[in-house]
């Protein structure tokens, strides 16, 4: 289990089956770990717990061999904890408190949230947004569960594109055990990082964050120029990335424990991901995706 290369995708959980129907779509693109929302991305309107088929799904993962502790869960879009609006804050804080319990009901120790937009305010006040909201909720939270802050590509007034932001965020967390980041590739790639040296990318955040801050990443080609604060992702291999750099990631020893996840488009309305994944372990691009 140990020496298995840690890749999935995102994978949806709906009626009726949910996580093990969602269990089972990942099996069948052959992934060794997922992420998945605990309801509709867009709301934190939520179907409980005692409904989701959690016991179903561990049961499958586990025969398959696939540790819960690998899979990561994604907070939904909703949660703004930079907004200065007092209304969205305070939501946002329950959102997410809620969203990082049905986290660790599934056994799962991560989720991605998107750390905000400070729609007009400004960053600083942005930033100390995030910071008084993550420490309400996590001081008030007895959890194992890991908030990791993604890196956004900085459309809009998204916060967290460059690593002195998350740095920021991170050096006021009171408890520091509930925080971590994921590294999005096609974010990096829009906000102005060069992805295409990984170790040196992983140097520069390991001197500003902590490389141990480091938790899960996400796998995405761009459809857009290194710099251009865009955000579309594009399928692995063939947007401006490319196949070559995103295998880089997927074999770097330093992410060898590190969960890495696709997000890219579908293609003719359907998932690629079992033939994305295929041609990222088998060391060579497949140019008859699409
Ligand atoms: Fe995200
Ligand atoms: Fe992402
Ligand atoms: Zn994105």
């Known amino acids: 289990m140990e020496d298995k290369i840690l890749i999935g995708s995102h994978v949806s959980l709906k009626s009726p089956k949910y996580f093990l129907g969602t269990v089972e779509e990942a099996i069948s693109y052959q992934e060794t770990t997922f992420m998945f929302y605990t309801g509709a991305p867009q709301n934190g309107i939520r179907v409980p717990l005692d409904k989701m088929k959690i016991e179903e799904g561990l049961k499958l993962l586990n025969e398959n061999n696939i540790d819960i502790k690998n899979v990561v869960v994604h907070a939904p879009y909703i949660i703004n904890l930079a907004s200065p609006k007092e209304e969205t804050f305070n939501s946002s804080k329950e959102i ?82 509930n925080i971590g980041v994921c590294m999005d590739t096609c974010h990096l790639n829009d906000s102005g990082y060069d992805v295409s040296d990984v170790d040196n990318l992983l140097n520069e955040f390991d001197k500003k964050v902590g490389l141990h801050y480091l938790k899960a990443v996400h796998l995405n080609d761009s459809k857009n120029l290194r710099g251009q604060r865009k955000d579309r992702h594009e399928n692995i291999g063939y947007g401006t990335i490319g196949y070559d750099t995103l295998h880089k990631w997927v074999v770097n020893e330093k992410l060898k424990s590190i969960p890495k996840i696709l997000e890219t488009p579908w293609i003719d309305d359907k998932p690629p991901y079992k033939e994305e994944i295929k041609m990222l372990l088998n060391n060579k691009f497949d140019n008859s995706l699409k």
């Open 96 to 177: 997410l408190a809620n969203e990082i319990k049905r986290t660790e009901a599934f056994g799962c120790q991560f989720i991605v949230l998107h750390p905000g937009l400070h729609v007009g305010s400004g960053e600083e006040f942005g930033i100390n947004r995030i910071i008084e909201g993550l420490n309400s909720v996590l001081d008030n939270l007895d959890t194992k569960v890991i908030v990791c802050l993604e890196t956004m590509a900085g459309k809009g007034s998204e916060l967290g594109k460059s690593f002195e932001e998350i740095s920021k965020i991170i050096d006021r967390i009171t408890k520091k055990s």
